[in-house]
Structures are given as structure tokens and as C-alpha cells.
């Protein structure tokens, strides 16, 4: 019978741990980007998770859609947070780049509009990196705690 209750017990309390919202956090070190699906397979996953988001260091090109999937108020930058930022483009098969300006129309209008409006003010997205740091990307994100 004791054995029975502390089943129940033990039940209850993994049931509370998981209902509890994750205080973890995932910390962006270094990203120089990539293919877009899996970025937004990850930041999909981190966005139903809860949990917090620390830029803290360069978050280029595919990395940057962070900022469009998890919300804002999850996510803080450190003095090394750079976001880097360029127009969307394809690779046919020789190995050769071509733009896709629908793709980089879609994640223009797709960034918090502060982002939207810094890159903007830039020229637009272009084949050029952007790289947002220090002031300008503490007047958008907060610094991390």
C-alpha cells in the first residue's frame, strides 16, 4: 500500500515538473548560417519549448530567423551579439548563387519591425552582409542578465 502511494507521489510530482514552463535557455555562441528548414525546424522547437534565447556572438543569415519565430521578449543579446543579415539566395547544381527576391521579401516582412526598419534605413536586403551590433542592436534587444 505505501509502495502504491509513493507511486502516486512520485506520478504527481513528474506531472507538475512538466507542466512547469522550461527556465533554461539557449545560447547562440556562433552561427554562420546555413540552409534555411533546419533553422526553422530548431527555432520552431525552441519557441513551443519556453525557453529563453542568448545571442552571444555572430547569429548570421539562416540563424538571424530566430528573431521571427521565438518572441521577442524571449530573447536577449550579450556585448558579443552580432546578427548578420543578407538577402535570401539558392545554389543550382554547378555551385553557382542565384538571388530568390520573393524568399528575401518574405523574411524581410517576416522580422520584428524594428529589425525590418534597421535593415531598411541599410538599403534593403542585397547580396551585402548587414551586421547588427553593439548600440543599434541594444536599442532593439535588451542586454542579457
Not at 44 to 69: M, Q, W, Y
Request: charged residues 25%; glycine residues 8%; proline residues 6%.
Amino acid at each position: 500500500m505505501q509502495r502504491i502511494a509513493f507511486l502516486k507521489a512520485l506520478m504527481l510530482a513528474s506531472a507538475l515538473v512538466a507542466a512547469t514552463p522550461a527556465a533554461a535557455e539557449i545560447r547562440i555562441i556562433q552561427s554562420p548560417g546555413g540552409q534555411v528548414g533546419p533553422f526553422l525546424d530548431l527555432f520552431e522547437k525552441v519557441r513551443e519549448s519556453g525557453e529563453r534565447v542568448v545571442i552571444d556572438g555572430p547569429c548570421l543569415s539562416a540563424c538571424t530567423l530566430v528573431l521571427s519565430i521565438v518572441p521577442g521578449e524571449r530573447i536577449c543579446v550579450t556585448r558579443r551579439a552580432v546578427l548578420g543579415f543578407h538577402a535570401a539566395r539558392s545554389v543550382d547544381r554547378r555551385g553557382r548563387f542565384y538571388a530568390e527576391p520573393e524568399a528575401s521579401d518574405a523574411v524581410l516582412a517576416a522580422y520584428p519591425g524594428p529589425v525590418r526598419d534597421w535593415i531598411s534605413r541599410r538599403g534593403g536586403l542585397t547580396s551585402r552582409l548587414l551586421l547588427l551590433k553593439g548600440r543599434d542592436l541594444a536599442a532593439i534587444y535588451p542586454r542579457c542578465r
